[in-house]
């Protein structure tokens, strides 16, 4: 079994480096729940309705019973934020990791990068299976093979309080 890795495991240029793109990520999940949160005509019901691929109909069905799609509007709002912040602050940072891997890939379920397909909301750039939202997907399982909250966060005095 692979052994986890902790603080003084890595160099200084590693450490710097995974802790800044690991702060990046949550600054990014951050301000995404924050825009959301302080618009109050924001709602998934566009983007859920714009979706395509093999799970649109799921989404779309999400979209149009109000009850899921308040619950829906909630865990974006308030998980983009509440990730972002652990991320930014290495608080709870693998359950936060694993939150943002799902969150995220719950987006690029809806919204594929596949050939032929075209979205109603603007897209950035031209993309073919891989997106920004897949490698920072791909970011947050490096974040989670490294663990940086116990070597720069909260988590590290959690920890030291612990033992």
Not at 82 to 106: D, P
Not at 115 to 125: D, F, K, S, V
Not at 127 to 145: D, G, H, Q
């Amino acid at each position: 079994m692979a052994k986890a890795y902790s603080g003084r495991d890595y160099a200084l240029a590693q450490l710097i480096f995974l802790v800044l793109l690991r702060v990046s990520i949550g600054w990014h999940l951050l301000y995404e729940g924050v825009v959301k949160i302080i618009n109050p005509d924001w709602s998934a019901f566009g983007y859920l309705m714009d979706s395509k691929g093999l799970f649109a109909g799921l989404f779309q069905s999400m979209a149009t019973h109000q009850g899921i799609l308040q619950v829906v509007d909630f865990m974006n709002m308030w998980g983009l934020f509440l990730i972002g912040l652990g991320l930014m602050a290495g608080l709870f940072t693998r359950f936060s990791v694993i939150c943002g891997i799902i969150l995220l890939s719950f987006y690029f379920l809806s919204h594929p990068p596949l050939a032929g397909i075209q979205y109603i909301i603007p897209q950035e750039g031209s993309y073919l299976l891989v997106n920004k939202t897949l490698i920072e997907i791909l970011a947050l399982f490096v974040l989670l093979v490294f663990p940086t909250g116990q070597a720069a966060g909260i988590d590290r005095f959690l920890r030291k309080n612990k033992n």
